[in-house]
């Protein structure tokens, strides 16, 4: 009896979705009319209701969905109930179709296209970063279908990615050189004799060319310098950049610097993070008790051992320079070493100047956080003094007149302009740039971007550069299909480069675990920024499998006397080893380099920084300077590469010209 009753049940339950999906997807966009002007320009004010979507939004103003994310950065990421948006009044606004929902197309092109069926929920917003492309592409990939209308299990057109690239100009300097496709049969003699040249003269222009072969490209050198605007086949969204030429700095001193007899008597101030007050510290503030008000504190049970987290890289640092400042104190050098626990805020800073006590200096290590170092830095330079910045900053910035600073670590800059020349010896393979600026915003990745075509530029002509740039979305948003976006942008015709633009573990865990699983198919040769060196939240077998090449700002050689002395020292005076990442390594190298250079060549090396080059452990400083007025940041890093027998090599050969690639 109560059968019947429920098989009609469950036959309205799809009915009622379907036609629940139907009026979600209905939704019509009322228009605002609040007008406001921001910054001289007229906008509407809309309020985003249920169901509305970034693409029936923008039809309803007739903007499209790219206008809307302009004005919005924040839609990138989706919009929201409630959300305000700021809408551009346009003059004749394009009227969004209220046809009936057409049908896609019957001539179906699966080489060109993805045919979706729509699930519930899913939107033109949600298929684009599914899928990745934009809303205007899948708009017009189904011409006269209103997307927003269409009923669940419809198909929808996806285009696929095909990578397409903009024309855009560079302006740069022509080259004294053309270029020529070797054909079959041709040598380096035959070459050589047809422009007139001799093959010494093609072997010059070409490093490591020895026997050129079917289709190889090679420059051959001409005359004549003139300014030229060329038309460059650059991929999504790349920047106007212009080629400038760099700026010729003195070579470094070929050879170790020995370090002897040492006379005089340097002031040393050590501006560190060390935290003293929080290592003092053995009480807290018991919440769960109170008297009239006031707090009562509770002792805490913490073993005479135990450091304060944050203090132990900078401690780590501090030792490497107690040991530096031995080792030169047995050279002679009379050491006074001044330590301040200088933290992140600027008050710090401000009572020691104030003091007058760094006036008295010889010589500055840190501040490590950039706005403090920029005031030091100012302040010290005033009277000649010279300050080192001990650890990795992302900018630069503050070298900008500040002649005395010395970055000790190279920036992101610096490993960008190293990285793109090593680029250009890969210049047939197929370039897959992956970064994660979704929104288009980061300067970053837009400059390294120029810089690669620069230097390919100077090896292949700009419309056979085969670019491929990769926007990466992390799995957790849109139930985002990373692996198969990226299996499209690889080449099974050719080698592929990837090149991974980011130094967030998110991106880089996540790509290097897809391009893992895409190398059993595809050839693949991994590079990425040093910040991969240190990554925590991935196991190392996938670094070591792919054979992944990145450039370190150090290299320790265990071998090596010094490196086995200074372990051994280290162990004696402090009961442990620094492991490779320590700080322990680059506290050395930075007292050492800088109290002997003071020591033998005076004032002169903190203007000609290339003249001392003593054995260091972990590093080999080539401090170079960007326009006088400036201060010097190092150039130096090592391209290693991660083996598949689980081991670290140091690639010698291809990292020793590029440190001249910063001028």
């Not at 970055?407 to 992956?434: G, H």
């Not at 971007?449 to 957790?476: A, N």
């Not at 699983?517 to 040769?525: D, G, I």
Request: glycine share 6%; with cysteine; net charge negative.
């Amino acid at each position: 009896m109560h059968k019947k009753p429920v098989k009609i049940f469950l036959l309205v339950i799809p009915v009622l979705l379907i036609c629940s999906e139907l009026i979600w997807s209905q939704v019509v966009v009322e228009r605002s009319n609040d007008k406001v002007v921001i910054a001289g320009k007229p906008y509407y004010i809309h309020i985003v209701k249920k169901g509305e979507t970034a693409y029936s939004i923008s039809r309803a103003y007739g903007i499209s969905v790219e206008e809307l994310s302009k004005e919005n950065p924040p839609a990138l990421n989706g919009i929201k109930e409630g959300q305000s948006l700021k809408i551009p009044v346009v003059e004749n606004p394009v009227k969004p179709k209220t046809s009936e929902t057409v049908t896609v197309k019957a001539n179906r092109d699966e080489a060109k296209y993805i045919y979706h069926k729509l699930n519930p929920g899913e939107t033109v917003f949600f298929l684009s970063k599914k899928y990745g492309v934009s809303e205007d592409e899948i708009v017009q990939s189904n011409p006269g279908v209103e997307i927003n209308k269409m009923s669940v299990g419809s198909e929808i057109a996806i285009p696929r990615r095909e990578f397409m690239s903009d024309v855009q100009k560079f302006e740069t300097k022509k080259q004294n050189y053309q270029y020529h496709k070797v054909i079959k049969g041709e040598t380096l003699y035959s070459i050589a004799e047809k422009y007139g040249l001799t093959v010494r003269e093609i072997r010059r222009e070409n490093r490591g060319l020895l026997f050129p072969k079917v289709d190889d490209v090679i420059r051959i050198p001409v005359a004549g310098p003139e300014v030229v605007v060329v038309e460059a086949q650059l991929k999504p969204d790349t920047t106007k950049i212009v080629m400038e030429e760099p700026e010729i700095q003195p070579e470094k001193v070929p050879g170790f610097t020995p370090v002897g007899r040492l006379k005089g008597r340097y002031n040393i101030a050590l501006l560190l993070p060390l935290y003293i007050a929080e290592n003092s510290e053995r009480t807290e503030i018991d919440s769960s008790q109170g008297v009239k008000g006031k707090p009562v504190y509770r002792i805490i049970a913490r073993p005479n051992e135990w450091i304060y987290p944050g203090t132990v890289p900078f401690l780590e640092l501090y030792e490497g320079i107690l040991l530096a400042a031995d080792t030169l104190r047995s050279h002679g050098l009379d050491i006074n070493m001044h330590v301040y626990d200088i933290k992140s805020d600027t008050i710090g800073v401000t009572k020691l100047i104030e003091s007058g006590e760094l006036k008295e200096m010889d010589l500055i290590i840190g501040p490590v956080y950039s706005h403090n170092l920029s005031i030091v830095a100012a302040y010290a330079g005033s009277f000649g003094i010279p300050v080192i910045s001990p650890v990795p900053l992302r900018s630069n910035a503050a070298l900008n007149n500040n002649p005395y600073l010395f970055m000790a670590n190279p920036s992101l800059d610096v490993a960008q302009e190293i990285i793109a020349k090593r680029i250009k010896e890969f210049s047939n393979d197929n370039l897959v740039f992956i970064h994660s600026d979704t929104a288009h915003i980061d300067p970053d990745v837009d400059a390294f971007k120029g810089k690669i075509f620069r230097e390919l530029s100077t090896k292949i002509p700009y419309d056979e550069i085969r670019f491929k740039e990769f926007v990466f979305y992390s799995r957790s948003a849109f139930d985002n299909d990373s692996i198969n976006r990226l299996e499209h942008a690889l080449s099974d015709q050719r080698d592929n480069l990837v090149l991974i633009a980011s130094e967030e573990p998110p991106v880089l865990s996540e790509s290097i675990m897809d391009i893992h699983s895409l190398s059993k198919k595809f050839s693949v040769r991994l590079i990425g920024y040093p910040a991969m060196r240190g990554l925590d939240n991935l196991d190392p077998k996938y670094l070591f499998e792919l054979g992944i090449e990145l450039y370190s700002p150090y290299w320790i050689d265990y071998s090596k006397r010094d490196v086995r002395n200074f372990n051994d020292s280290f162990r004696r005076k402090f009961l442990t080893e620094p492991v490779e990442t320590s700080y322990a390594w680059q506290g050395y190298d930075i007292a050492y380099y800088f109290l002997s250079g003071l020591a033998i060549h005076g004032k002169k090396f903190l203007s000609h920084p290339g003249i001392h080059n003593p054995d260091l452990l972990e590093t080999e400083f080539d401090f170079r300077r960007k326009g006088e007025g400036n201060g010097f940041e190092n150039q130096k890093l090592y391209l290693i590469k991660y083996t598949s027998d689980m081991d670290i090599k140091l690639l010698k050969e291809d990292s020793a010209d590029f440190s001249d690639s910063i001028k």
